[in-house]
C-alpha cells in the first residue's frame, strides 16, 4: 500500500476517533414519579432516563442553547417495574442557559422535542454556564414541567411522566450498555472514514493506470 493511501487512513482513522472521541451518558433520575406505561399505571417510584451521545455531535443553534443530535441512544428503568430503549428520534438533550426559557424562569436542561413542547424541562440555575459538553452535576431540579410533549415511545409501550420529585440531572463520560443502538453521529463518522478511504483507493488506481 502507498504511503498517500496509508497517510489517507490515517486521516480517515483520526476523525472517526475525533468525532466520537467523548462519549458522554445524560442521565435524568426522577424520584417519587407518577405516570403511566403502555397504559398500566405507577406510582411513588424512581424512574431514570439515559441517554448517550458525544461532546463532537453538540450543536449551538442560538445564543445560549446547546442540544444534541435528534435520537440518540436512549434508555429507561422503572424502579422494581420494566425497562427498556426509546424508540421515537423525535427528541434531543438540550441545554439551555437562558432564564426565562421553557416556563422555568430558570437556566434548564432536559429532553427537548422537534414538535412543540418538551417530554420534561428540569430547571436549575447552575445551567447557566453548562453546554452539555463536559461532566456535569448531580443538579437537581428546582422545578421541572413533564409530558409537555405527549407520552415518550419506547420498546415496552409509550411512557408518560405525570408528576415526579425534583428530577436529578448528572452528565457523565460512559457509554449505555452493549445492545443499545448506537449515536447517529457514530454511523456518520464511520461513513465519513469509508468515503475517505474509498477516494484514497481510487487515486491511487488513476495513479498507476
Do not use: E
Request: neutral net charge; aromatic residues 8%.
Amino acid at each position: 500500500m502507498s504511503k498517500t493511501v496509508l497517510r489517507t487512513a490515517g486521516l480517515a482513522a483520526s476523525f472517526v476517533l475525533a468525532a466520537a472521541a467523548s462519549p458522554v451518558v445524560y442521565t435524568f433520575t426522577l424520584p417519587n414519579a407518577t405516570g403511566t406505561l403502555n397504559g398500566t399505571p405507577f406510582s411513588h417510584a424512581t424512574v431514570t432516563l439515559q441517554f448517550q451521545s458525544d461532546t463532537a455531535s453538540i450543536t449551538n443553534p442560538s445564543s445560549g442553547v446547546f442540544q444534541t443530535p435528534t435520537g440518540i441512544a436512549g434508555t429507561f428503568s422503572i424502579a422494581g417495574g420494566a425497562s427498556g430503549t426509546i424508540t421515537t428520534t423525535n427528541y434531543r438533550i438540550y441545554a439551555n442557559q437562558n432564564a426565562n426559557a421553557t416556563g422555568c424562569l430558570l437556566a434548564s436542561a432536559g429532553i427537548g422535542s422537534a414538535n412543540p413542547g418538551d417530554y420534561l424541562d428540569s430547571c436549575n440555575a447552575a445551567f447557566a454556564t453548562y453546554s452539555l459538553q463536559s461532566p456535569f452535576g448531580p443538579v437537581t431540579a428546582t422545578y421541572a414541567n413533564v409530558n409537555d410533549n405527549g407520552p415518550l415511545p419506547t420498546s415496552a409501550g409509550p411512557l408518560a411522566i405525570t408528576g415526579t420529585n425534583s428530577p436529578v440531572f448528572t452528565a457523565a463520560p460512559g457509554t449505555l450498555p452493549p445492545g443499545t443502538p448506537a449515536p447517529p453521529s457514530l454511523w456518520l463518522a464511520l461513513a465519513g472514514c469509508i468515503a475517505i478511504l474509498a477516494y484514497a483507493l481510487l487515486a491511487r488506481r488513476r495513479t498507476y493506470a
